[in-house]
């Protein structure tokens, strides 16, 4: 077999991987994947979420949160809000409807089915996220931020961190009406 052939492959062959590699190089890294609400759990000073006649109103004390309503929340109910919120702030969202006029009422975010309001830190303005419908294919929900015009899907998990919220911020006595259902 003539030198030239295998020579000639080798070269090909460096000239192909040495491609891939400044092709592989000058490919753009993959996004992070940015949470919907561009604010950090610690940086929340307040909470209020309001669905239907529900209200959980909590604010941080130091590193610690306080229920304020449900009035007679038990101590350990600030667990319940430390963990809401660091659910909430990590929230992603699964797609974003964007057009200048989107009705809401169409997702079930005006009137809104859930209102959470987040006081932040070194800002007047709190976050508001309204949640509304379920998607009908499932597994996530609308929302949007009453500060824009966007409409996300995120997680259905929200809904289940919601109820163990409101759940685990009842009052004892309130409790055990909820498991009389």
Do not use: N
Not at 15 to 39: C, N, S, Y
Request: charged content about 25%; glycine content about 10%.
């Amino acid at each position: 077999m003539p030198l030239g052939r295998p020579l000639g492959l080798l070269v090909v062959l460096t000239v192909v991987v040495a491609t891939a590699i400044a092709l592989e190089r000058l490919r753009p890294a993959v996004p992070r994947e940015v949470p919907l609400l561009g604010i950090r759990a610690d940086d929340v000073v307040a909470v209020r979420i309001e669905e239907g006649t529900r209200e959980l109103q909590a604010v941080r004390q130091g590193d610690a949160w306080r229920v304020e309503v449900p009035p007679g929340a038990r101590p350990d109910a600030g667990a319940a809000v430390a963990e809401m919120v660091g659910v909430l702030v990590e929230l992603v969202p699964l797609d974003t409807f964007v057009r200048q006029e989107i009705d809401r009422r169409a997702f079930g975010i005006k009137p809104a089915r859930v209102r959470i309001q987040l006081g932040v830190r070194g800002s007047a303005e709190p976050v508001v996220l309204l949640l509304g419908d379920y998607v009908p294919t499932g597994g996530s929900v609308y929302c949007a931020l009453a500060s824009d015009q966007r409409i996300h899907q995120i997680g259905a998990i929200i809904m289940s961190e919601l109820e163990k919220a409101f759940y685990r911020t009842l009052p004892e006595q309130a409790r055990e009406g909820e498991q009389g259902r």
